[in-house]
T-cell receptor
């Protein structure tokens, strides 16, 4: 079963407007982390924002904010004041707790299918 | 600040050839992850190492093997290459922490492998 679902294959937004990229997840682990990455056409994976399952407040990083609704298992990315340079693929990813007996975490990331964002001038 | 280094950045191979991808994690990072991203797809986890030991394994073909060395760099060895192996291969590194709450994975720029 898909653990991370991004239902919007593509999104369009006008420059300077806000846009929300959807992400829902599925886990039974009480401790997990949610990440958003941006992948421009050049291919690199750029970390944008992180939300921990125990965080009480929604994460914000500059123009990026994460609308975390734990009961609905959603972690939508909101980009305010879109810029032309925001045009890229956006991936939502989840890391579930993966600890050995010593308690150290080194869990892999599971990615959603991605959303291509196009910002129009 | 130092980032994750991957080499080579681009690699072209023929079918049935072998390839070795290298990853140099951020200094002091003890955990390395390998991901494969096919054209138009999301990254898929292949394998990870913590303190030079394999810590997790994903959908890595038997034709692939990997290891982490004493200096924490890692190599992904791919044999009997197939056309379907053409992809962007990412290495990521992180610091294994007791507190799971925030443990960002820093991605390298990727190695783009083309199998002809």
């Amino acid at each position: 079963a898909q653990k991370i679902t991004q239902t919007q294959p593509g999104m369009f937004v006008q420059e300077k407007e806000a846009v929300t990229l959807d992400c829902t997840y599925d886990t039974s682990d009480p401790s997990y982390g949610l990440f958003w990455y941006k992948q421009p056409s050049s291919g690199e994976m750029i970390f944008l924002i992180y939300q921990g399952s125990y965080d009480q407040q929604n994460a914000t990083e500059g123009r990026y904010s994460l609308n975390f609704q734990k009961a609905r298992k959603s972690a939508n990315l909101v980009i305010s004041a879109s810029q032309l340079g925001d045009s890229a693929m956006y991936f939502c990813a989840m890391r579930e707790a993966s600890a050995n007996a010593g308690g150290t975490s080194y869990g892999k990331l599971t990615f959603g299918q991605g959303t291509i964002l196009t910002v129009h001038p | 600040a130092a980032g994750v280094i991957q080499s080579p950045r681009h690699l072209i191979k023929e079918k049935r050839e072998t390839a070795t991808l290298k990853c140099y994690p951020i200094p002091r990072h003890d955990t390395v992850y390998w991901y494969q991203q096919g054209p138009g797809q999301d990254p898929q986890f292949l394998i990870s190492f913590y303190e030079k030991m394999q810590s997790d394994k994903g959908s890595i073909p038997d034709r692939f093997s990997a290891q982490q060395f004493s200096d924490y760099h890692s190599e992904l060895n791919m044999s009997s290459l197939e056309l379907g192996d053409s992809a962007l291969y990412f290495c990521a590194s992180s610091l294994g922490l007791q507190d799971y709450a925030y443990n960002e994975q820093f991605f390298g720029p990727g190695t783009r492998l083309t199998v002809l």
